[in-house]
């Protein structure tokens, strides 16, 4: 009988927690620990006959009738079975099982960011840190990710730009999604070479076309030159539209021969190598205009978190991003843990021994 309210118990505790009964786990990686109870339950049937085998090699059977003849079989197993029980209530409590909810309002607020990445060729040189192991491209990416991780209701858009640019990932409070669309950025998804800071700019604002006009922000990272000459015209239209520029340049002042695919470096007609060189000037102006701000990453520390805390967060004003109704799960553990504690506290109490004969009222007389 035991043995069956084990089995029923195990069963009932899996179906609740692998199956549809409107039931949601906060930690599903920890239902492996539920095979504890038929092991358990295991190790009681194989304690059972181990200790009924010993008896009978220890005494005739009519003596030990005698001996253990008080022994409660059904009550030892009946202990066991709430052990086994207990130790499964236990475990699926540590899932962490939700059962019923409510729907709640979650208001987001926060400002809209376009980060313009340059991966040009030239992002490719190796001297973002000063041991020269991180590309200045790969190091820009980590910053990034950085700062994706202390986003709090802020939309994020990613820009990559060479000789030409486009929008690689549109603004979302995905912030997840936006790093799979940034580990994708690298030098070969633009075919056109260069360093285009007027068209990184053009596509930038046009990425925060719509949003709210004392909330928006561009965070330009480059370590070229403008060469489309319109870099400052499209900073005065972001100017006009309230949309703060902060600029990052990378590299040094002497500048870095660019790596070519084939080996070695890249040379111009004459066969001297090309040099990729800062425009620190048109940077300083671009952040000047629009009333942002401009740092020099020389070995690859963008200070993007002072940017995005005492740049853009105490300088803007966070706008209202909309409201979404959300399920929320109320959690059920407490009960389990309960009963889990009642089995294994009643289970001492439970004696094993028949109880003993009382008098009769004859043999009293």
Request: charged letters at 25%; hydrophobic letters at 45%; aromatic letters at 6%.
């Amino acid at each position: 009988m035991s043995t069956r309210i084990i089995q029923y118990s195990f069963l009932l505790t899996l179906c609740l927690a692998t199956t549809g009964c409107g039931v949601r786990l906060g930690r599903p990686g920890l239902l492996w620990l539920l095979w504890g109870a038929p092991l358990l339950g295991l190790f009681y049937v194989y304690v059972f006959r181990a200790r009924r085998q010993l008896l009978q090699q220890f005494a005739h059977s009519d003596l030990l009738q005698r001996i253990a003849g008080s022994v409660n079989v059904s009550r030892q197993r009946l202990k066991a079975g709430l052990v086994v029980v207990g130790i499964t209530l236990a475990a699926l409590s540590l899932t962490e099982p939700k059962y019923g909810f409510h729907w709640e309002e979650v208001e987001r607020e926060g400002v809209d960011i376009v980060i313009a990445l340059d991966v040009s060729d030239s992002m490719l040189v190796q001297d973002a840190e000063a041991e020269g192991k991180l590309t200045r491209l790969e190091r820009a990416k980590r910053e990034i990710t950085d700062l994706l991780a202390l986003l709090k209701g802020d939309r994020i858009s990613l820009v990559a730009f060479a000789g030409m640019a486009f929008v690689e990932c549109p603004l979302t409070l995905d912030y997840a999604a936006a790093d799979l669309f940034l580990s994708a950025m690298d030098t070969d998804i633009i075919p056109v070479k260069g360093t285009a800071l007027g068209e990184a700019m053009r596509v930038s604002l046009d990425a925060l076309e719509g949003s709210h006009e004392d909330a928006r922000a561009v965070i330009l990272i480059t370590d070229g030159e403008d060469h489309s000459g319109q870099a400052l015209a499209y900073a005065e239209k972001a100017k006009e539209a309230g949309i703060r520029v902060f600029t990052i340049g990378i590299g040094r002042d002497e500048g870095a021969p660019i790596p070519d695919p084939n080996g070695g470096f890249r040379k111009n007609r004459r066969g001297d190598v090309i040099l990729s060189k800062l425009d620190e000037t048109t940077l300083q102006k671009i952040a000047l205009t629009t009333g942002g701000r401009y740092v020099r990453s020389v070995t690859g520390d963008m200070d993007l978190e002072e940017i995005y805390l005492q740049g853009i967060k105490a300088t803007l004003e966070d706008q209202e991003l909309g409201s979404k109704r959300r399920q929320h799960w109320e959690h059920r553990f407490q009960w389990l843990v309960l009963m889990a504690l009642a089995l294994l506290m009643l289970e001492p109490f439970i004696s094993e021994r028949h109880p003993l004969p009382t008098a009769s009222s004859g043999d009293a007389s």
